[in-house]
């Protein structure tokens, strides 16, 4: 008896040894914001199509869990919406990971509609007060006899913690809002619910041909009461600052990247990374915003 | 000589692999519940358990100030199985009782199968149909506007563990003595008294294990309610009101939240709540199913 039992814990310590061995990795992990996910999918997919050795996989999850991806080294390059807090920072810098910060593209912030809502805009302020919930029917805002349904994201996304820092003013989301797994559910539900409002990154608009999705309605926002409102789609707007909710989206590596990961960087932040960028939906990034990546990447 | 060396070899070897898988179970058991308890008792020096169970608000990055309450996942937890049960019980309960006593044989042989197959559809998929289809027909039904709530998360979870319930009431039905069936006939009542006052409470402690199974499988869910029921943290309104239950919050936010930080160790305390919940129910089920075997002994 004492003799199998020995036998037995002999087994399970082999077994727990044999599942400890890690595999070897060498494909580009590539992880984090949702909003990011499906325009780094087309770039990777593009990249990969003209440079056959590159392999790249792409995860979405949310901003705060590429970014957790890069702190635990179980990913190469974190796709983030939002900036990092200083505790990631700090997290970062504990675990010997030094993360360097690329901007890939820059998102209008959307706040969407039903069709069926007759409102067309909206002021920065108003838009924060729907979303603490201080604001709970239409008819507050316009001739629309129906509550308000508040669809956001959950909070490891980057687009909640911008909203929450830019828009609500530091403030707690209303609890009643329905938080979705993605960009993309938040535009199914808002194309069901009449009630409904949203917030999405503005490549999400677009069906596949490129024109804003049927039973949609894309408001338009400026930044104070009297001010003029623009559209997240009017690049304009979006170069000099006039849309209030503009934010760049980012890439993060750990320290200065090897040399896989910086080429497919600087082809993604290249005029043939850019055109895509701008074809997707999304802006192509600034000359500022350009001369910083390439300092980040040497 | 030789010959039995190795037959005593090979019994040794064969009887060493069962401790083996014996000893394995107990260690993953008792190592989950561990680990539960170590990573779940710091939360607790910053949290009063007291706050922990019974505040509503829970909002851990909150920029004003973090709360931990999980009383309202607690009560979407259970409001959203209980109205599962409510519906997928009585569901149950009906179709074992055609499978076993009123369906021709050849029905029942392709009925079963297609119910077993019900088990297998991932859960995803079950979600899914959430979002396209009940959540829908929910909101035109109720005219809310949208289908992400509680009633939705109820149906779904209904449909993942009638296969379950079916199953086993079906199977336990089928176990009672024909003898009953037939005295109970020869004494001139119908087939419906016979189903219903003989074998049915015959067959009782089967039919309540199957359903407290079915719970269990309701109150784990994950995705499936992760999808369907839109993940509000306010506490419930009622049955048409977005609910987030604490297999959802888990999933939601474990993926991101730094490590060892309050927020951390919170999330495995709820995991911790939601354990000793189960076990609760397994342990009723436990006791029940052994107080009706003493009785019909």
């Avoid at chain 2, 109820?154 to 069936?181: F, G, Q, R, W």
Wanted: aromatic share 8%; net charge positive.
């Amino acid at each position: 008896m004492k003799k199998t039992l020995i036998v037995a814990l002999a087994v399970i310590g082999l077994l727990a040894t044999v599942l400890m061995a890690a595999p070897a990795k060498k494909m580009i992990q590539v992880k984090g914001s949702d909003t990011m996910v499906n325009l780094v999918q087309i770039l990777a997919e593009e990249y990969m199509g003209k440079n056959p050795g590159a392999a790249i996989a792409v995860l979405g999850g949310g901003s705060g869990t590429g970014i957790t991806g890069l702190i635990n080294q179980t990913c190469d390059i974190a796709d983030h919406s939002r900036e990092w807090r200083q505790k990631e920072i700090d997290q970062a810098w504990e675990k010997g990971v030094s993360p360097r910060f690329f901007i890939v593209a820059v998102d209008g912030l959307s706040i969407v509609v039903n069709e069926k809502n007759p409102i067309e805009k909206l002021t920065m302020a108003q838009v924060g007060a729907l979303y603490r919930g201080e604001i709970k029917s239409w008819k507050m805002l316009g001739p629309y006899e129906k509550p308000v349904s508040l669809y956001g994201r959950q909070s490891n996304s980057g687009t909640y913690t911008f909203m929450q820092e830019f828009v609500l003013g530091n403030k707690n989301f209303s609890t009643d809002t329905k938080e979705m797994n993605g960009n993309a559910q938040i535009i199914e539900s808002i194309l069901q619910d009449e009630s409904g409002v949203g917030y999405v990154g503005v490549g999400y608009l677009y069906d596949k041909d490129g024109k804003i999705r049927k039973g949609l309605r894309v408001l338009n926002i400026s930044k104070t009461p009297d001010g003029e409102a623009f559209a997240p789609t009017d690049k304009a707007a979006i170069d000099s600052g006039k849309y209030p909710i503009s934010r760049p989206l980012f890439q993060a590596a750990n320290g200065k990247p090897n040399a896989e990961i910086a080429a497919f960087i600087a082809w993604e932040t290249g005029p043939e990374g850019q055109a895509i960028v701008e074809r997707e939906g999304f802006f192509a990034i600034s000359p500022v915003h350009k001369a910083q990546n390439d300092k980040n990447l040497k | 000589m030789k010959k039995r060396t190795w037959t005593n070899l090979k019994e040794s070897a064969i009887r060493a692999f069962f401790l083996t898988c014996g000893i394995l179970a107990v260690l993953v058991l008792i190592g989950i519940f561990a680990t539960l308890l170590y990573t779940a008792v710091p939360a607790f020096k910053e949290i009063r358990l007291s706050e922990f169970l019974l505040k509503k608000n829970w909002d851990p990055t909150s920029p004003e100030k973090a709360e931990f309450g999980i009383l309202s996942m607690i009560v979407s937890t259970l409001m959203v199985t209980g109205g599962a049960l409510l519906l997928a019980v009585p569901i149950g309960i009906g179709v074992a009782a055609y499978l076993s006593d009123v369906a021709h044989w050849r029905v029942r042989e392709i009925v079963k199968p297609i119910v077993e197959i019900l088990a297998a559809i991932p859960s995803v998929v079950v979600g899914f149909l959430g979002i396209v289809l009940f959540g829908p027909a929910i909101a035109k039904i109720f005219h809310t506007g949208n289908g992400l709530n509680a009633i939705n998360g109820s149906v779904l979870l209904a449909i993942m563990s009638l296969p379950t319930i079916i199953s086993i009431s079906e199977d336990s039905l089928n176990s009672v003595p024909p003898a009953y069936n037939e005295a109970s006939l020869a004494l001139g009542a119908s087939r419906w008294q016979t189903l219903f006052r003989v074998k049915v409470p015959a067959a009782l402690s089967g039919i309540i294990a199957a359903c407290m199974l079915g719970m269990g499988r309701a109150i784990g869910e994950t995705m499936t309610v992760l999808m369907a029921t839109g993940n509000a943290r306010a506490f419930p309104h009622g049955f048409l009101s977005s609910v987030r239950t604490m297999t959802a919050n888990i999933a939601i936010e474990l993926g991101e939240v730094p490590y060892y930080t309050t927020h951390y160790y919170a999330l495995f305390a709820i995991g911790l709540v939601l354990f000793i919940m189960t076990f609760i129910v397994n342990m009723a089920a436990d006791i029940i199913l052994h107080k009706y075997q003493e009785r019909e002994q």
